[in-house]
């Protein structure tokens, strides 16, 4: 006998899902919509979504990718039930956590600890819930000597480490994030990452929202990118980076501002920074420098200062052409390689190419410093050089392979 066993429905599902918005020139023109606008529209129409549609299975992390102003933060806004539809359908099951305005519903002449329990009840925690976890929040949130002070007395920064801390407590069983990976200084950042990662491993479903297609690529099962308010692309993320980056390859200037790593003396604690690169080719350091494809030998030495209680951070070196593209990587973690340090946090890696494989072009070098599971972004130093790459042969294409040629009966070369 078989059995028919339905599946679990999906966390949310979305289905021609649209929002529109309407756009008055001029305030009366509001009043006039409500008076006469059975007769005519005063109003432009402006529709942040339309026809977007996915399931978001449980357990699984979706990213979310797009310029600003594509319609993200009005997707997540209705899955949280902040906004409504215009048209489609959109259903969510399950106790969503925002991770979106973080602070919003903090009243300012409340302390810390009665903003907690505001916050949390609106979140759908009973005082006893609350109760249980206050503890666990104000530890988190790294401000116990301030919490019971107005939080119209916080900085900016005790004020997201708050919200971000009520928020986590919760427990949801759907979490959508939108850039809250950015709060508080390094260390809470670290801390708030990390949270997240434990939701995630836990089997949470997650809607992660990010300009970081680094994080995209390495949190996420599947990827939508949305441009003008609908789907441009939809599937694995390494697909949907790359389609999205080719976008904005096209979009791009041809000149580019270079940007150059800060060089801080040391690091913070709970996070790490980069302290110097250097670039050499054939011995001679610099910034513009000369090289040839299969001879010329190229080294990127990077210094960096951490926290000496967390974890050995890693590194990696992205080589990208005039456009911004990424074109050959290599990393201590993908390496599977400990980079060491001294007591005091401090240390460096150098990674040398002996015959630089890379065919002619300019190519700048990029330059991340990332916690030991190579997620988490320390610091990015970008375009830290510029190689000039010259070759000898005719060989076509962005890098010269590895290879040799065999002559079956007559040996090899």
Known sequence: ???????????????????????????????????????????????????????????????????????????????????APTAGELTVNGRVAALLELGAGFNPEFSGRENIYLNASIMGLSKEAIDARCEGIIAFSGIRDFIDQPVKTYSSGMYVRLAFSIAISVEPDILVVDEALSVGDGEFARKSFDRIMTLRDAGKTILFCSHNMYQVEALCNRAIWLEGGQVAEAGAPAAAVVRYNEFLDRLAQSSRQRLTPETPIAAPVGTARIARVMVSADGVSGQHLNVTTGSSAVSITVEFVSDPALPPPTVAVVFTDHESRAVASAGTRNDDIDVPRNADGRGSARIVFERFPLLKGVYWVQVFLMCENAIHIYEHAQMVAQLNVAQRGLEVGIVSLPHRWEFPGGGSR
């Not at 949310?12 to 606008?37: E, F, I, N, S």
């Not at 402006?46 to 993200?72: H, Q």
Request: proline letters at 5%; aromatic letters at 10%; glycine letters at 8%.
């Open 1 to 83: 006998m078989t059995h028919n066993v339905n599946p679990a429905p999906p966390a949310v599902r979305a289905k021609a899902l649209a929002k529109c918005y309407h756009l008055y020139d001029r305030h009366p023109d509001r009043l006039k919509q409500m008076l006469w606008g059975h007769r005519r529209r005063y109003y432009r129409e402006f529709w942040a979504l339309r026809d977007v549609a996915f399931d978001l299975a449980r357990g699984e992390v979706l990213g979310v990718i797009g310029r600003n102003g594509a319609g993200k933060s009005t997707l997540l806004q209705l899955v949280c039930g902040t906004l």
